[in-house]
């Protein structure tokens, strides 16, 4: 991309942070009073809830003290670097290339780096560390910010309130279409440390954005256990179009707990595509709000798990208005001696007649000790609807390998090959500029590199 082209934020390295950590996040961003008073009370929240029982049915199968943090001090300072900030090689190869609209890398718990193109700045669209946004569009983010996943969510939810650093707001205005994708990269952390992020993304009427969201590079890492606390708020007005694609790769020494939450407006369209294959341990509650009249909500989701890697996630299609439409289709694949558990949740309120909902989760299991579980929940409060599910667990059809074998392909290429079919359909929907790097990712993690 022409240099032209690009606007880059500048950003300050910030001052050092005592010890406590209310304290320590005010002196290093000195947030406007109103956001203050919000973390205190998450905190607040964070330890005077108790940790969720192991009997409710989204924690049966992840006991939830693997996420919690002790005292009130668990976040660590962001480290203070050289005023030189270079993009990952990803980001450096798509904005050279004038593939993406925007790129954005948040590194050690900071918003490293930014940049958007020109024309995009003209039109009124913000791309910027969610600390200064606070303070240069109060309105706007007082507004939004903790409207969907507040301090009340949950126990995790909320010390992410209270603890993020390296916030991002992306807003765009009524009318404006987002042709490229903006893609953020948030590196892996250091061994020993806890991060929580926030994402707040606003979408006006009419408006569009491709947004891919990828986290950590898969690295080997120094052994030292690693926890990431993760909040993504998505706003879409009447009309309005947004393709989310996050990409789950942190390292195997990584505990990663996610929430995130789409309110979809009139006529609004939302398509997420969940890639995970990371972590060592990683629970994702996943849904979208379908408010407004015709609204629809589209997710497809991809688990590649092996070693002893554990997924939980949970989706959440909620009907609130009449005449919507979801559909979801999830498939994980697990080798060595890796679980996965789904649970998906379609809920369709007594007002909103004529909907329609679909949910599908595909489990394959290609070793003797790794282990699915897929939990469909159906919530239906009026007559007036077409909902169905469908789920299933199972190995490889041995007739589909011979069938292979017969034709000169050995036994290894042949596995290969029809995983390959397996998880295509899904990565097929990631936005281009993440789908042959990905590809060949969940490739090499299939032959157990």
Not at 211 to 227: F, Q, R
Request: charged content about 20%; overall charge negative.
């Amino acid at each position: 991309m022409p240099a032209a082209m690009i606007h880059e934020t500048p950003l300050t390295p910030p001052a050092a942070v005592p010890s406590q950590l209310l304290a320590g996040l005010d002196a290093l961003y000195h947030e406007p009073d109103w956001l203050a008073a919000h973390r205190r009370e998450a905190l607040a929240a964070y330890h005077d809830t108790p940790l969720p029982d192991r009997v409710t049915h989204l924690w049966r199968y992840t006991d939830p003290a693997v996420f919690a943090r002790d005292g009130d001090d668990p976040l660590p300072t962001p480290p203070i670097r050289g005023s030189v900030r270079e993009f990952p090689p990803v980001l450096t190869e798509a904005l050279r290339t004038d593939s993406l609209a925007a790129g954005i890398y948040v590194r050690d718990g900071l918003v490293w780096k930014i940049a958007l193109e020109e024309s995009l700045v003209a039109q009124g669209v913000l791309v910027m560390d969610l600390h200064a946004a606070a303070l240069e569009h109060s309105d706007l983010v007082r507004k939004h910010l903790g409207s969907l996943v507040g301090p009340a969510f949950g126990k995790y939810e909320a010390y992410a309130n209270a603890a993020w650093t390296g916030g991002l707001l992306i807003y765009v205005p009524r009318g404006v279409e987002i042709a490229k994708p903006i893609h953020i990269v948030t590196a892996q952390p250091g061994g020993g440390t806890v991060r929580a992020g926030r994402l707040l993304v606003i979408v006006e009427s009419q408006a569009a954005i491709t947004l891919i969201d990828e986290y950590g590079e898969g690295t080997n890492g120094d052994g030292a256990p690693v926890h990431t606390n993760m909040i993504v708020e998505m706003v879409i007005g009447p009309a309005g179009r947004v393709q989310y694609a996050p990409i789950q790769n942190w390292n195997k020494q990584t505990v990663s707990y996610s929430t995130q939450r789409a309110r979809l407006d009139t006529d609004a369209r939302l398509e997420t595509v969940l890639t995970a294959i990371g972590a060592h341990t990683s629970k994702v509650d996943c849904g979208a709000l379908l408010a407004g009249k015709g609204a629809e909500s589209n997710m497809f989701g991809l688990g590649i798990a092996d070693g002893r890697q554990h997924y939980d996630h949970h989706t959440v299609h909620h009907h609130l208005a009449g005449n919507t439409r979801s559909d979801l289709h999830f498939k994980v694949a697990l080798r060595d001696r890796a679980d996965s558990v789904y649970t998906g949740l379609i809920r369709i309120e007594d007002k909103a007649a004529y909907c329609e909902a679909y949910q599908e989760n595909r489990n394959l299991i290609l070793s003797p000790h790794a282990r699915a579980e897929t939990i469909p929940e159906l919530e239906i409060l009026n007559n007036e609807v077409r909902c169905t599910h469908g789920a299933t667990v199972g190995k490889i059809d041995p007739q589909e390998i011979f069938y292979l074998e017969s034709r000169g392909i050995d036994r290894t290429e042949a596995v290969r090959l029809i995983v390959a079919g397996f998880v295509g359909p899904i990565v097929d929907r990631l936005p281009a500029p993440a789908q042959g790097r990905l590809r060949d990712v969940i490739v090499r993690r299939l032959e157990g590199d």
